[in-house]
């Protein structure tokens, strides 16, 4: 049986190309079924056969998510603790995030300017999650969140800038919710929340839990601007979409269609509650499954002509929960979906109708990025130029 192990390190998001749609093969050494397309991510998050405890090799999990979160839960504790973020992260929350996000865009895309769209990005969205969060706004913090999202999937100097940036943001968050609890200091937003949250069994969280799901607030919104850099990159070669993303509903389209065409992560993986055989492969109790999120966002049965960056096959619809796995499949309030889409999706339309309005120029860089990297963005973080006029 083949080990995919190297390949996925080597080759990384295209490292399961070619492969058919439901296959068996090794991962790290343990016999594993892939998953790719609609069906086999609803067998994915099928709770009543797959768990995500214990699925994610340990350095990836501790790196991106910390210890002891809501990534690792199943079942009651899953889904107690998820009802704190889905009440955090819900439509006025994402509002409220992208209000305050607006004004850093209007300092950053002001006439004349240039900047790097993904450094701006994430002082921008960085900046914005911590005041709506009710932490303080500090740019080596918000750096350390983006290190942390930029070598989570890394191996060598890259991964170890991500574990340092954990442990620092873990320590620093630790110290927040600490001095919350003790009331030094007032407490409001999503520090408060958190802070004060109780788990199933009315125990409050341990504090360096409590600051893990904290920077799991963060973390995932800084995210965003890997989004932001696919999303100018894709204005630029499809000026066309320039006039059309004025329009909220094109907006929304064009950042379903950034969010399918470049995934953040190339896969998701789970283990096995029970024995099971699903159209033909057996998987063992405990067994490996993992679900193939850019080949199921690269599917042609599902897509037509994939590879295309066409916004046009969202315009009048939302995706289904099956469909765009960018950030899981499911249900949000009940199954592993992550429940800051609604941020995602709000902040990366907001932040794609800006960039269009602005009139933005992308002078002769190097805009290549490699399929290898986990997660991948444009080597140059897309250089942009604003005219000296501002557009109309």
């Known amino acids: 049986m083949r080990d995919l192990t190297l390949p996925l390190f080597l080759n990384g998001y295209r490292a399961l190309s070619g492969l058919p749609e439901a296959h068996t093969a090794r991962l790290l050494g343990r016999p594993t079924l892939f998953l790719r397309g609609p069906e086999g991510a609803r067998l994915f998050y099928d709770d009543a056969l797959l768990t995500r405890e214990g699925a994610i090799p ?50 950053l895309l002001a006439p004349g ?45 890259r991964h170890l800038r991500a574990r340092l940036a954990r442990r620092r943001s873990t320590g620093w968050a630790t110290r927040l919710v600490e001095r919350v609890r003790a009331g030094r200091v007032p407490a409001e937003g999503a520090l408060a929340v958190i802070a004060g949250h109780v788990d199933e069994d009315g125990e409050p969280l341990p504090a360096p839990v409590a600051a893990d799901e904290l920077i799991n607030v ?16 894709a204005l630029h070669r499809h000026p066309e979409w320039r006039a059309r993303v004025g329009d909220p509903e094109a907006a929304r389209a064009f ?16 283990r096995s509650r029970i024995e099971f055989t699903w159209r033909g492969h057996r ?18 049965v599902a897509w037509d002509s994939p590879r295309r960056f066409d916004p046009a096959r ?45 009139g933005f120029e992308v002078p002769p860089q190097d805009l290549r990025y490699r399929w290898s990297e986990v997660p991948t963005r444009p080597r140059s973080g897309v250089n942009i130029r604003l ?6």
């Open 255 to 270: 950042a379903h269609e950034v969010r399918r065409r470049f995934p953040f992560a190339p896969l998701l993986a789970a």
């Open 314 to 358: 969202f315009l009048g619809r939302e995706p289904g929960p099956f469909e765009v796995l960018a950030q899981g499949g499911g249900d949000p309030h009940t199954g592993h979906k992550c429940p800051g889409e609604a941020f995602t999706v709000t902040l990366l339309a907001d932040a794609v109708t800006r960039l269009a309005a602005s």
């Open 58 to 107: 340990p350095a990836v999990a501790r790196t991106l998510f910390g210890r002891g979160t809501v990534h690792g839960l199943d079942g009651a504790a899953h889904r107690h603790r998820k009802a704190m973020f889905t009440s955090l992260l819900g439509e006025k929350a994402a509002a409220d995030i992208t209000e305050i996000a607006a004004t850093g865009w209007r300092v």
């Open 218 to 233: 963060l973390r995932p919104t800084v995210a965003v601007a890997w989004f932001v850099a696919f999303a100018g990159l």
């Open 387 to 392: 005219p000296q006029v501002p557009a109309v």
């Open 113 to 157: 300017r240039e900047v790097v769209l993904f450094d701006a990005a994430v002082a921008v969205l960085g900046g914005a999650v911590c005041m709506w969060a009710g932490v303080p706004v500090e740019p080596g913090r918000i750096g350390d969140l983006a290190s942390i999202v930029d070598g989570f999937g890394s191996v060598g100097p």
């Open 283 to 300: 998987v063992r109790t405990g067994g490996l499954v993992v679900l193939d999120l850019y080949g199921s966002d690269m599917d042609p």
